[in-house]
């Protein structure tokens, strides 16, 4: 699972390093089938994750900060890796003994949903990777070649020849 979560790093930091050569215009332009815009979706993600991972360290759920506060590429950029400094520790800990632990959350209604660790690991993960299918999309409308998805070629997994 580790490296699924490397994995969506790297990818959301070719992500970053994309938006540097977009115009701000369109990396804020309200999008179709998504959150909303590019930069709003690159929040979206490193906030989901961050308030998922939080609440499985046993932090209260974080309120979600105003987009607003992050609206440019180095914003958000320092804001993921404010968030990564405080979630990594823990997923790099991850152990099987975790995956059946579970977590009690309150959903918008107020009702009382469980959920086990592994389970949330696993939708954080999903989460990112659906994302990044929607940017993709984006890219190829304003005309840029989106990032890879490829999962290798990334140096995660040792090469055996």
């Given at each position: 699972?580790?490296?699924?979560?490397?994995?969506?790093?790297?990818?959301?930091?070719?992500?970053?390093?994309?938006?540097?050569?977009?115009?701000?215009?369109?990396?804020?332009?309200?999008?179709?089938?998504?959150?909303?815009?590019?930069?709003?979706?690159?929040?979206?993600?490193?906030?989901?994750?961050?308030?998922?991972?939080?609440?499985?360290?046993?932090?209260?759920?974080?309120?979600?900060?105003?987009?607003?506060?992050?609206?440019?590429?180095?914003?958000?950029?320092?804001?993921?890796?404010?968030?990564?400094?405080?979630?990594?520790?823990?997923?790099?800990?991850w152990?099987?003994?975790?995956?059946?632990?579970?977590?009690?959350?309150?959903?918008?209604?107020?009702?009382?949903?469980?959920?086990?660790?592994?389970e949330?690991?696993?939708?954080?993960?999903?989460h990112?990777?659906?994302?990044?299918?929607?940017?993709?999309?984006?890219?190829?409308?304003?005309?840029?070649?989106?990032?890879?998805?490829?999962?290798?070629?990334?140096?995660?997994?040792?090469?055996?020849?």
């Open positions: 699972m580790l490296k699924l979560f490397e994995y969506n790093w790297q990818v959301r930091k070719d992500w970053f390093d994309w938006c540097d050569q977009v115009h701000e215009e369109e990396l804020l332009k309200k999008r179709i089938g998504g959150p909303g815009s590019i930069l709003y979706t690159l929040f979206h993600i490193v906030e989901c994750e961050y308030a998922w991972i939080s609440a499985l360290q046993g932090k209260p759920m974080p309120e979600e900060p105003p987009f607003e506060d992050y609206a440019g590429v180095q914003k958000l950029r320092e804001y993921s890796a404010h968030c990564h400094e405080e979630i990594a520790p823990f997923i790099y800990t152990n099987s003994d975790m995956e059946t632990r579970i977590l009690s959350d309150q959903n918008a209604k107020g009702e009382w949903e469980t959920f086990q660790y592994g949330v690991m696993r939708h954080v993960i999903a990112e990777i659906h994302h990044i299918g929607q940017l993709s999309i984006w890219s190829r409308e304003i005309g840029k070649q989106p990032v890879t998805a490829n999962l290798i070629r990334r140096g995660l997994f040792e090469n055996y020849s």
